[in-house]
């Protein structure tokens, strides 16, 4: 029994050992042995491959933000090399929070992990912080003046206001999804590094560093505590 498959790239049709060529595709030799007729499931899945993302997009049925996101996904995990910046998108999404769940929830960072795709490169995270605030606010935080971070450098700018967040802590595990994490409730000053996007031309936030919680015993000239 012959089998029929089609060659999206190529426009052809392969059938059985022959291969059926459209006109604008010259003819090989026909004395020529070629891997079509001694591999012609290599050669579709070949052809195939620049398609992937095309035939994902119609049969999935999904929102560019859903198919970028994807996209996204299955670079960072073909890459080799150190993890891209996060895009707006991206950090908006592993990032911002929903109000309607407590943060006061021992499992709180467990499933937002998990739900949220957090990882580098399925390698569970340290640390993550999950804020509760208007991405447009924390975009604002950019233009304020550089300050220290926790490690001491300074290139963190520190929100002006206080902001509600959840404090992730990774105590189990090393590859999702066996990561599991401690959840701490903060209230305090964020403080977070910045990025030039260049495709949209903006300053965005790139990463959380920390939560500053208000100390109620003051100690020597800061009215800080770093409790991470």
């Given at each position: 029994m012959n089998t029929c498959c089609w060659g999206a790239e190529a426009g052809t049709v392969a059938q059985g050992p022959h291969l059926l060529l459209s006109p604008s595709l010259p003819r090989p030799p026909e004395n020529m042995p070629t891997l079509i007729s001694a591999r012609p499931l290599a050669l579709l899945l070949l052809l195939l491959q620049p398609l992937q993302f095309k035939i994902l997009h119609v049969g999935l049925n999904k929102s560019e933000e859903e198919i970028e996101q994807f996209e996204d996904y299955l670079e960072e995990l073909h890459s080799s090399g150190p993890a891209k910046p996060l895009t707006k998108q991206a950090f908006q999404r592993r990032t911002i929070i929903d109000p309607e769940r407590p943060l006061i929830d021992p499992d709180y960072c467990t499933d937002e992990m998990k739900m949220k795709n957090v990882h580098d490169k399925f390698r569970c995270v340290r640390e993550h912080f999950f804020l509760q605030t208007a991405y447009e606010d924390l975009q604002k935080i950019c233009?304020?003046?550089?300050?220290?971070?926790?490690?001491?450098?300074?290139?963190?700018?520190?929100?002006?206001?206080?902001?509600?967040?959840?404090?992730?802590?990774?105590?189990?595990?090393?590859?999702?999804?066996?990561?599991?994490?401690?959840?701490?409730?903060?209230?305090?000053?964020?403080?977070?590094?910045?990025?030039?996007?260049?495709?949209?031309?903006?300053?965005?936030?790139?990463?959380?560093?920390?939560?500053?919680?208000?100390?109620?015993?003051?100690?020597?000239?800061?009215?800080?505590?770093?409790?991470?």
């Open positions: 233009k304020n003046i550089f300050v220290p971070c926790k490690n001491g450098v300074k290139k963190c700018h520190r929100s002006r206001q206080l902001v509600e967040g959840v404090y992730c802590n990774l105590t189990r595990g090393a590859r999702m999804s066996d990561c599991e994490y401690e959840s701490s409730y903060r209230k305090g000053h964020v403080l977070i590094t910045c990025q030039w996007q260049e495709d949209i031309q903006e300053i965005i936030p790139a990463y959380v560093n920390d939560i500053m919680v208000l100390d109620t015993d003051v100690k020597g000239n800061s009215p800080f505590r770093n409790e991470a």
